[in-house]
């Protein structure tokens, strides 16, 4: 595509415009270069492989006619002082909506979406005590079965995800009041406020029921008649893998009195794996609280739950380089997780994530910026 057919196009002006409508806290007799054409210029540089301030400039002195005549660089190339400055200042939350409502102003379907936290490494503090030391933990809605990002908060005080998925929740239901996702959360949402909205907005859930090993004796003892049960096995080149799935009525289990206004089932998994090569076999249980949902629903839901660590949080540490980047500052981490999910979902839609998303990157480092931008537009709705 042409830069002026870039440029006439509809999308392509409504992305500018998104990002224009962001506030711009810099001062105001200093700014010199426009918000939305260092945002654009870091994405296309994250599109095209580039980690670091510094490459996204190297970047931009590649490319730098070609911005020009897109209109992105009114007064020449930004430092990676400048563009760090500027990540820094934008507020996380008005950025999250942005580019959310530009990928998805709305959901079709009923989605799984599982909700997970990600500590930044770089960014810990020593003088900071507690178990998360300071670092930025992000907790994502991670739409599981297409891959893609949704919203995102970090709790920025001293507390843990638990404070931050009601905050989630909320935001989710703002934006899609009449979407009735799968929600599924790991042990820490197992919280009289967490299930409450859940019940309030009438999600269905599977959520992980940790507790320790006699309370799970005592739980298997109570748990003998099964409503429904499914089987799931995975064969893969040096293990197999049997998964059944249970649902179990309430009646008669002690322990779980103050959880019974939320919940309607209790679900069972027992896994077996068998490793070919050494012959060794190794068994497991878990339990979860459950909604009013069928036994083929939580056998899909607790399936696709751990895709957010595999397709999201490896990728932003493997492929991004997200735990070396050392920005502390303002909301400069946050608004750079942001940015990268970004690059992942036009990665995602665009179908260009066959492979890996190394090699993707890699392949796209060749493009020019009308051809980064070709694939943004293809993705913006």
Same mark, same amino acid.
């Given at each position: 595509?042409?830069?002026?057919?870039?440029?006439?196009?509809?999308?392509? #002006? #409504? =992305?500018?415009?998104?990002? %224009?409508?962001?506030? $711009?806290k810099r001062?105001?007799? %200093?700014? +010199?270069?426009?918000?939305e054409s260092c945002l654009i210029i870091i994405i296309l540089s994250e599109l095209s492989g580039c980690n670091y301030f510094r490459e996204f400039v190297l970047f931009g002195k590649k490319h730098e006619s070609k911005l020009k005549k897109l209109g992105l660089l009114p007064n020449g190339l930004p430092s990676h002082d400048t563009l760090e400055r500027m990540v820094h200042k934008v507020d996380k939350l008005e950025l999250n909506k942005t580019l959310v409502d530009l990928l998805f102003p709305s959901l079709k379907n009923r989605p799984i979406i599982s909700i997970d936290g990600k500590c930044?490494?770089?960014?810990? @503090?020593?003088s900071? !005590?507690?178990?998360?030391?300071?670092?930025? @933990?992000?907790?994502?809605?991670?739409?599981?079965?297409? +891959? *893609?990002?949704l919203l995102s908060y970090n709790n920025s005080d001293k507390g843990n995800e638990m404070n931050v998925i009601p905050v989630l929740l909320k935001m989710f239901h703002e934006f899609y009041p009449n979407v009735k996702p799968y929600i599924t959360i790991d042990? &820490?949402?197992?919280?009289?406020?967490?299930?409450?909205? *859940?019940?309030?907005?009438?999600?269905?859930?599977? &959520?992980?029921?940790?507790?320790?090993?006699?309370?799970?004796?005592?739980?298997?003892?109570?748990?003998? $008649?099964?409503?429904?049960?499914?089987?799931?096995?995975?064969? /893969?080149?040096?293990?197999?893998?049997?998964?059944?799935?249970n649902l179990y009525s309430l009646e008669g289990i002690v322990g779980i009195e103050q959880w019974l206004p939320y919940i309607s089932h209790i679900g069972k998994m027992n896994s077996k794996v068998e490793y070919?090569?050494?012959?060794?076999?190794? +068994?497991?249980?878990?339990?979860? =609280?459950?909604?009013? &949902?069928?036994? /083929?629903?939580?056998? !899909?839901i607790r399936r696709h739950h751990w895709a957010i660590e595999n397709s999201l949080h490896w990728v932003l540490d493997n492929s991004f380089k997200e735990d070396?980047?050392?920005?502390?500052?303002?909301?400069?981490?946050? /608004?750079? /997780?942001?940015?990268? %999910?970004?690059?992942?979902n036009v990665l995602a839609l665009t179908n260009c994530t066959t492979e890996s998303v190394s090699a993707s990157r890699d392949e796209l480092k060749y493009d020019t910026p009308q051809q980064l931008l070709y694939r943004i537009i293809h993705s913006v709705a």
């Open positions: 595509m042409s830069i002026r057919r870039i440029i006439r196009n509809k999308k392509f #002006r #409504r =992305f500018i415009r998104c990002l %224009k409508n962001l506030t $711009d001062q105001k007799g %200093k700014i +010199k270069h426009p918000l930044i490494r770089a960014t810990r @503090d020593s900071i !005590k507690g178990s998360y030391g300071g670092m930025k @933990d992000i907790v994502t809605m991670f739409m599981s079965e297409s +891959k *893609l990002s042990g &820490i949402g197992i919280t009289h406020e967490i299930l409450g909205l *859940l019940k309030e907005y009438e999600y269905d859930f599977v &959520i992980v029921y940790k507790r320790s090993k006699e309370t799970m004796d005592e739980l298997s003892k109570v748990l003998v $008649d099964s409503l429904k049960e499914a089987k799931d096995i995975v064969v /893969n080149s040096s293990r197999i893998e049997t998964r059944i799935f070919m090569i050494t012959g060794e076999i190794t +068994k497991s249980e878990y339990y979860y =609280f459950t909604s009013d &949902i069928s036994v /083929n629903e939580f056998m !899909k070396r980047m050392r920005m502390k500052k303002g909301h400069a981490s946050e /608004n750079m /997780n942001l940015l990268r %999910k970004f690059v992942l």
